[in-house]
């Protein structure tokens, strides 16, 4: 696609449930992130994928979250037993060798 | 470890009037990123810094890298309300790593 495409843009969910969240990044592009962007916070790195490599997992900030990279597209971030902590804005990017990040619009997620 | 720093982390201007924002990083690296941030949206790439002494420019934004001195700067030149927004500066090692953020600089145009 033209842009990196994340779904839903918003999520509302009660305090226990599990969500998924979904990354469709530009074609082409070998590397995808995961960043969360807490309320008038900067971007706290959470897990990237490389090609065909293992994943960088060090920024995920518990075992409740986990993300996997099907068939080296699209990348589903998932939370499980969502807290009230977890509420933010979850960003993915996509990039190309030759430089620059792509983010997407991001998925603004409420745990309440 | 790499990390990241930006200053000022808020910065308050009065129209027509310059100044500069710097992005110091902690390890020798040949790649930087600048990125703008409207409230309540996503972040709009700027620049892409992929050389000891580039200097690139779009409209009354100008960023340039010194690798040696692991420095950033993104000046503004007669600042307009239109420019008021979060900055930040992001590293990466190299392409496929992991892209590490400043705090941010949230600039605030004043007329």
Request: charged share 20%.
């Amino acid at each position: 696609g033209a842009g990196v495409s994340q779904s839903p843009s918003n999520k509302v969910t009660e305090k226990g449930k599990d969500v998924e969240l979904r990354c469709d990044p530009i074609s082409g592009h070998t590397a995808l992130y995961w960043y969360r962007q807490s309320l008038g916070q900067g971007l706290e790195f959470l897990i990237y994928f490389q090609g065909n490599s293992a994943p960088d997992k060090s920024g995920l900030p518990s075992d409740r979250f986990s993300a996997e990279r099907t068939g080296g597209s699209v990348s589903t971030l998932t939370i499980q037993r969502t807290q009230q902590e977890d509420s933010a804005v979850y960003l993915c990017a996509s990039s190309s060798p030759y430089g620059g990040y792509t983010f997407g619009s991001g998925t603004r997620l409420t745990v309440v | 470890e790499l990390k990241v720093e930006q200053n000022p982390l808020f910065l308050s201007m009065q129209e027509g009037k310059n100044y500069t924002i710097y992005c110091n990083y902690s390890t020798t690296s040949d790649r930087l990123y600048w990125y703008r941030q409207d409230p309540g949206k996503s972040l709009e790439s700027l620049f892409v810094l992929l050389s000891n002494g580039a200097v690139k420019q779009e409209g009354r934004l100008m960023a340039s890298l010194d690798t040696k001195a692991r420095l950033s700067t993104l000046h503004i030149t007669a600042a307009v309300h239109d420019l008021s927004a979060t900055y930040f500066c992001a590293v990466d090692m190299a392409y496929g790593n992991k892209l590490v953020f400043g705090a941010g600089t949230i600039l605030r145009v004043k007329s």
